[in-house]
């Protein structure tokens, strides 16, 4: 039940934060095109308030980052002392489950090294952080990510596991590639939104994990839960037959596919609804004009025919 709670958690703020940065992302460039420039972060949109409050205030516009950098502080003091328990059900028993874990929770520290200097870079002056350089380290932890992930399905004895870890691994790569793309590009509107996009993916990922490997009215059928009946330790879920080895993995990799869709219709409709709250209309791949941008466009074309 730890195991499908932590899961939940992790999907949950992976998701908010793919969403939010989405939403933001796709705002800023629809307002000001000529202007626009990936962010890190984004300040959360308060309604301007008085003098007394407005300290208090400038505090909360920086709530992305504080929810960050709490959900990275729960999310390693949990990685690490899950580092502690035993798993004889691994590959290699319980001293390859430390180091794995610890591998993790290395990676969660890194991550949260990165907020806290991108918070303390906003608020203060005693760490100046270019937005190009946030991009070029996040690139380079995602793809420890990515290793760690990868190292960690080699050595499950879960089929399943390993097939779920291998994926994550993939996305946490195409989020590692579409950082360093930032920090090259800054104003690639495309990569931007990819990373809002593959940090959905992996949201909705781990949630997928979670169920497929703890849940049982998610297991694929001929699979069944791993239970070390001495320690009385439960695992992650194994098939005996190699026909139903197949078939779950190819079950994943259908329900892989079916989220990778379901991000691509989050991201058409997300567009769709902040350019109409924005209020602007694209005709082919011109802007529509304004009122007062066509009068001023009028008068122009007036006074070169007079002249």
């Known amino acids: 039940m ?73 999310a390693f003091a949990h990685q690490t002392i899950d580092s502690f328990d035993s798993d004889p059900l691994l590959k290699g028993s319980t001293p390859v489950h430390r180091f794995t874990s610890y591998q993790s929770a290395a990676v969660l520290f890194l991550f949260l090294i990165l907020s806290l200097s991108l918070l303390l870079s906003e608020t203060t002056s005693l760490l100046p952080f270019p937005s190009d350089l946030f991009f070029a380290v996040a690139s380079a932890v995602f793809f420890l990510q990515f290793s760690v992930s990868s190292s960690s399905a080699s050595v499950q004895t879960s089929d399943l596991q390993a097939k779920c870890d291998s994926v994550s691994a993939r996305v946490s790569a195409l989020s590692s590639l579409l950082c360093l793309l930032l920090a090259c590009q800054p104003k690639l509107f495309v990569a931007d939104v990819g990373l809002g996009a593959s940090l959905c993916l992996q949201g909705l990922w781990v949630l997928q994990t979670g169920l497929s490997l703890y849940v049982e009215a998610f297991i694929p059928e001929g ?31 259908l329900v892989f596919v079916i989220h990778v869709m379901f991000v691509v219709i989050i991201v058409m409709v997300t567009y769709a609804v902040v350019a109409k709250s924005v209020g602007i209309r694209r005709v082919g791949s011109y802007e529509a004009l304004s009122t007062g941008e066509a009068n001023h466009f009028q008068l122009k074309a007036l006074e070169g025919t007079q002249a």
């Open 223 to 253: 699979c069944h839960r791993l239970l070390d009946v001495v320690k009385g330790v439960e695992g992650s879920t194994k098939c005996d037959l190699e026909d139903s080895r197949l078939r779950a993995v190819a079950i994943l990799d």
């Open 2 to 74: 730890a195991a499908v709670i932590s899961h939940i958690f992790s999907s949950s703020a992976l998701t908010s934060l793919g969403l939010y940065h989405l939403i933001c992302t796709t705002r800023n460039h629809l307002k000001s095109p000529r202007d626009y420039i990936a962010k890190p972060y984004h300040l959360f949109p308060f309604p301007h308030s008085s003098s007394s409050s407005s300290s208090s205030t400038s505090r909360l516009r920086f709530l992305q980052l504080y929810l960050l950098i709490l959900c990275l502080i729960i």
